[in-house]
């Protein structure tokens, strides 16, 4: 054995290592992504590794919130702890209508304690992102162990802090953020067990359990695990081929507990895949929705300007020899991107793309180390620049959707309400922020307006901000009806049927049938009746008659519709115009408890003998629904002068009283202080017409025709259009 081998080696056996290689050390491989030996941190990054932490913790606070979908985990965590089983229906039969198994372990056992789900779920999210930032921060630190270069591992974590997504998906009460860290640190950890096998060394096999809990938090991670192994085989392969056995027969944990995972499905639940497989995709391909969604998430987070770090990064990492990790990052990446767009995106925020931040500052900060070792002084004051740019289009699109955005609940806004609010039609206009108006940016910000109005339409990618605003709708619902079952109004065995099924049935414990099918097999198992992300299914009334199902909700969320509600309106317009079978059930000052009953008027009487129904066609009722709204709306109307909402339905409510008069002045207000919908134009008119005022219908109707022009609606034209050529008859 030569002696410098000989020296080499008994070096590294005193310290406790393994020497490289020969080949590997004169290729030059950084010491900073291999050595072991312990580094100090210098007091001024020990200062900015705390600042990354606290400006994540108050990045996160500022967007917490829970969403209804996770009331649906919540339900089955509390009923396995109250020893009925992971059922959605105590009593019923067994569907696995949630997607993350291990997040409902968890959870349950602190319910048993007495922590409730939803109050325990927050914080469990909260110091998994905590950890994610510690997983990056010690695989950073291990990267950048050279004097001079321990201040880049800071780079990747400020990215975390200041990325919205990430905040976002600190809280929400889903296993977003522990699936996260989960991934992350088995991808970093395989990256480390990879690069010592390229090392000749031998690291304890970790990545694989944490794959393998992944899985067992999200059906998705099977896939992003499948290619990350393949990516080390392929990697070890190519470098090493008489350690490849080596590393298959270290993946023994991940299958065996994958696999277990299976059988108690099957076992259990009579299915290989989690019923909301088939509720939500079920082979379904939708690539236009999901090709807008990974294009919105590109433009909003400005992902161009990342494109040269990366490049760089990837260079530097060929260079050193440590090619692994980039290839892992792009092997699980595209993949997982290509999959996301087949089933169209997803109904959240970029949820699933949420995982892809942490890797991909990961690589950046590995190209701000590329360029920073030029010897030419005006690299590191342009690299400073660059990075300054990257951040300004991390925070710009993304905090002006949180400035913008509506403070009311309203479906799918913006695209759902495009044509009926003000806010939704200048929502991420590029005109409102003098950065996003300037040449380049504008088209950008207009491409990304455009496509986030049309998956909003379409129920993809809905903001945080209205996840948490419809929360605050569901709650009260489900504590009403949870004191009407305590007071006995309800008996405890009554079945209802809503197509939001988190907070309604979880704060009322009534047994529920999901018209979406996510916790129903046979709506899961149905044809898609519309398109809809994650709405595509639906219950029929006749299958709810054949489950005995009690109360039907007219509205597709709610059962009980409070006074102001326009959807309340509708029904009892609709039911008064053309005597639909639908009834009213008063529910104090709560409002209505509107539906339909599919066992009929007269079972559901003698099942539900505590309930005062009365039909929606009933002029008694109507005289006194009437009554009750028309002073909550002028109420409201004091308290909030610029309520557009209202003053639309307190003007419907006095057509629907005849008080033609009386809701002229409504829409001529309306039509005054918002020229832009046409809506107040086309009502105007109507009540003119119906006054016999018919030169000012005509002249109600020409404005209204000019802003469906101007706004291109082309339905809304098409609708005043039928009304002026009418008045222009003779």
Same mark, same amino acid.
């Given at each position: 054995?030569?002696?410098?081998?000989?020296?080499?080696?008994?070096?590294?056996?005193?310290?406790?290592?393994?020497?490289?290689?020969?080949?590997?050390?004169?290729?030059?491989?950084?010491?900073?992504?291999?050595?072991?030996?312990?580094? @100090?941190?210098?007091?001024?990054?020990?200062?900015?590794?705390?600042?990354?932490?606290?400006?994540?913790?108050?990045?996160?606070?500022?967007?917490?919130?829970?969403?209804?979908?996770? &009331?649906?985990?919540?339900?089955?965590?509390?009923?396995?702890?109250?020893? $009925?089983?992971?059922?959605?229906?105590?009593?019923?039969?067994?569907?696995?209508?949630?997607?993350?198994?291990?997040?409902?372990?968890?959870?349950?056992?602190?319910?048993?304690?007495?922590?409730?789900?939803?109050?325990?779920?927050?914080?469990?999210?909260?110091?998994?992102?905590?950890?994610?930032?510690?997983?990056?921060?010690?695989?950073?630190?291990?990267?950048?162990?050279?004097?001079?270069?321990?201040?880049?591992?800071?780079?990747?974590?400020?990215?975390?802090?200041?990325?919205?997504?990430?905040?976002?998906?600190?809280?929400?009460?889903?296993?977003?953020?522990?699936?996260?860290?989960?991934?992350?640190?088995?991808?970093?950890?395989?990256?480390?067990?990879?690069?010592?096998?390229?090392?000749?060394?031998?690291?304890?096999?970790?990545?694989?359990?944490?794959?393998?809990?992944?899985?067992?938090?999200?059906?998705?991670?099977?896939?992003?695990?499948?290619?990350?192994?393949?990516?080390?085989?392929? &990697?070890?392969?190519?470098?090493?081929?008489?350690?490849?056995?080596?590393?298959?027969?270290?993946?023994?944990?991940?299958?065996?507990?994958?696999?277990?995972?299976?059988?108690?499905?099957?076992?259990?639940?009579?299915?290989?895949?989690?019923?909301?497989?088939?509720?939500?995709?079920?082979?379904?391909?939708?690539?236009?929705?999901?090709?807008?969604?990974?294009?919105?998430?590109?433009?909003?987070?400005?992902?161009?300007?990342?494109?040269?770090?990366?490049?760089?990064?990837?260079?530097?990492?060929?260079?050193?020899?440590?090619?692994?990790?980039?290839?892992?990052?792009?092997?699980?990446?595209?993949?997982?991107?290509?999959?996301?767009?087949?089933?169209?995106?997803? $109904?959240?925020?970029?949820?699933?793309?949420?995982?892809?931040?942490?890797?991909?500052?990961?690589?950046?900060?590995?190209?701000?180390?590329?360029?920073?070792?030029?010897?030419?002084?005006?690299?590191?004051?342009?690299?400073?620049?660059? *990075?300054?740019?990257?951040?300004?289009?991390?925070?710009?699109?993304?905090?002006?959707?949180?400035?913008?955005?509506?403070?009311?609940?309203?479906?799918?806004?913006?695209?759902?309400?495009?044509?009926?609010?003000?806010?939704?039609?200048?929502?991420?206009?590029?005109?409102?922020?003098?950065?996003?108006?300037?040449?380049?940016?504008?088209?950008?910000?207009?491409?990304?307006?455009?496509?986030?109005?049309?998956?909003? *339409?379409?129920?993809?990618?809905?903001?945080?901000?209205?996840?948490?605003?419809?929360?605050?709708?569901?709650?009260?619902?489900?504590?009403?009806?949870?004191?009407?079952?305590?007071?006995?109004?309800?008996?405890?065995?009554?079945?209802?049927?809503?197509?939001?099924?988190?907070?309604?049935?979880?704060?009322?414990?009534?047994?529920?049938?999901?018209?979406?099918?996510?916790?129903?097999?046979?709506?899961?198992?149905?044809?898609?009746?519309?398109?809809?992300?994650?709405?595509?299914?639906?219950?029929?009334?006749?299958?709810?008659?054949?489950?005995?199902?009690?109360?039907?909700?007219?509205?597709?969320? $709610?059962?009980?519709?409070?006074?102001?509600?326009?959807?309340?309106?509708?029904?009892?317009?609709?039911?008064?115009?053309?005597?639909?079978?639908?009834?009213?059930?008063?529910?104090?000052?709560?409002?209505?408890?509107?539906?339909?009953?599919?066992?009929?008027?007269?079972?559901?009487?003698?099942?539900?003998?505590?309930?005062?129904?009365?039909?929606?066609?009933?002029?008694?009722?109507?005289?006194?629904?009437?009554?009750?709204?028309?002073?909550?709306?002028?109420?409201?109307?004091?308290?909030?002068?610029?309520?557009?909402?209202?003053?639309?339905?307190?003007?419907?409510?006095?057509?629907?009283?005849?008080?033609?008069?009386?809701?002229?002045?409504?829409?001529?207000?309306?039509?005054?202080?918002?020229?832009?919908?046409?809506?107040?134009?086309?009502?105007?008119?109507?009540?003119?017409?119906?006054?016999?005022?018919?030169?000012?219908?005509? @002249?109600?109707?020409?404005?209204? *025709?000019?802003?469906?022009?101007?706004?291109?609606?082309?339905?809304?034209?098409?609708?005043? @259009?039928?009304? *002026?050529?009418?008045?222009?008859?003779?």
């Amino acid at each position: 054995m030569a002696p410098t081998r000989r020296k080499r080696r008994a070096a590294a056996a005193r310290v406790g290592v393994s020497p490289a290689p020969a080949s590997i050390a004169r290729a030059g491989a950084p010491a900073e992504a291999h050595s072991t030996a312990p580094a @100090s941190l210098s007091g001024a990054l020990v200062v900015a590794l705390v600042l990354s932490l606290a400006l994540l913790l108050a990045h996160a606070g500022l967007y917490r919130f829970l969403t209804d979908d996770s &009331y649906i985990s919540f339900r089955y965590a509390r009923n396995l702890a109250d020893g $009925h089983g992971l059922v959605f229906n105590p009593g019923y039969e067994r569907v696995e209508g949630y997607t993350n198994f291990l997040w409902v372990l968890i959870l349950a056992p602190l319910a048993r304690l007495g922590i409730p789900p939803e109050r325990a779920a927050n914080p469990l999210s909260l110091t998994a992102t905590i950890a994610l930032w510690g997983v990056i921060a010690a695989f950073a630190l291990r990267r950048y162990r050279e004097p001079g270069r321990r201040w880049l591992a800071a780079l990747p974590l400020f990215g975390l802090a200041i990325t919205r997504s990430v905040a976002v998906w600190s809280t929400s009460g889903l296993e977003t953020r522990l699936f996260e860290l989960l991934m992350v640190a088995g991808l970093l950890r395989l990256t480390i067990e990879v690069e010592a096998l390229d090392l000749g060394r031998e690291r304890r096999a970790m990545a694989c359990i944490l794959f393998a809990l992944a899985t067992w938090t999200r059906p998705d991670a099977l896939l992003i695990s499948a290619c990350a192994f393949g990516c080390a085989g392929a &990697y070890v392969l190519a470098r090493r081929p008489a350690s490849f056995v080596r590393l298959v027969t270290r993946q023994t944990p991940f299958v065996l507990m994958v696999t277990a995972h299976y059988v108690f499905r099957r076992l259990y639940y009579g299915d290989w895949l989690p019923n909301t497989y088939y509720a939500k995709f079920g082979g379904h391909f939708w690539w236009k929705a999901g090709g807008s969604y990974l294009l919105a998430f590109a433009l909003e987070y400005f992902i161009v300007l990342w494109l040269p770090l990366i490049v760089a990064g990837i260079a530097r990492n060929v260079a050193n020899r440590t090619a692994f990790f980039p290839l892992l990052v792009g092997g699980v990446v595209i993949p997982h991107m290509i999959y996301i767009a087949a089933i169209g995106g997803d $109904h959240f925020e970029y949820r699933p793309l949420d995982l892809y931040f942490p890797l991909a500052f990961l690589v950046m900060t590995d190209g701000v180390a590329h360029f920073i070792a030029s010897p030419r002084r005006w690299v590191k004051p342009a690299t400073a620049a660059y *990075l300054a740019l990257i951040a300004g289009g991390l925070v710009l699109i993304p905090w002006e959707s949180h400035r913008q955005f509506i403070n009311r609940y309203k479906p799918g806004f913006p695209g759902g309400e495009v044509n009926d609010l003000v806010e939704a039609q200048s929502f991420l206009s590029p005109g409102r922020d003098v950065i996003l108006r300037l040449p380049g940016l504008e088209w950008i910000a207009r491409t990304h307006r455009d496509l986030t109005r049309w998956m909003t *339409l379409h129920f993809v990618g809905i903001r945080a901000e209205e996840h948490r605003m419809f929360l605050a709708t569901a709650i009260p619902e489900g504590l009403t009806l949870g004191r009407l079952k305590q007071q006995g109004v309800l008996p405890p065995d009554t079945y209802i049927a809503v197509d939001c099924v988190g907070a309604i049935p979880y704060y009322s414990d009534l047994r529920t049938l999901d018209r979406l099918g996510l916790t129903d097999a046979h709506v899961a198992h149905s044809k898609p009746v519309r398109e809809i992300m994650a709405h595509s299914k639906s219950a029929t009334l006749d299958y709810a008659r054949s489950r005995g199902v009690d109360l039907w909700a007219v509205d597709a969320v $709610h059962l009980i519709l409070p006074l102001t509600s326009t959807r309340l309106l509708v029904a009892v317009s609709d039911g008064y115009m053309t005597k639909q079978p639908n009834y009213a059930v008063e529910a104090g000052d709560a409002g209505y408890l509107i539906c339909e009953l599919p066992m009929g008027l007269d079972s559901t009487s003698r099942r539900l003998p505590s309930l005062r129904i009365f039909s929606l066609g009933d002029s008694s009722f109507i005289r006194n629904y009437l009554a009750r709204i028309r002073a909550a709306y002028e109420d409201s109307l004091l308290a909030d002068p610029g309520n557009y909402e209202a003053a639309h339905d307190l003007a419907k409510a006095l057509i629907l009283n005849q008080d033609f008069g009386a809701a002229r002045r409504v829409f001529a207000m309306m039509s005054q202080r918002f020229p832009t919908l046409v809506e107040g134009y086309e009502f105007l008119a109507s009540c003119d017409v119906m006054l016999d005022r018919i030169d000012e219908a005509r @002249s109600a109707a020409r404005q209204g *025709l000019a802003v469906a022009r101007a706004n291109a609606d082309t339905a809304a034209y098409r609708r005043v @259009s039928e009304i *002026l050529s009418e008045l222009e008859q003779p």
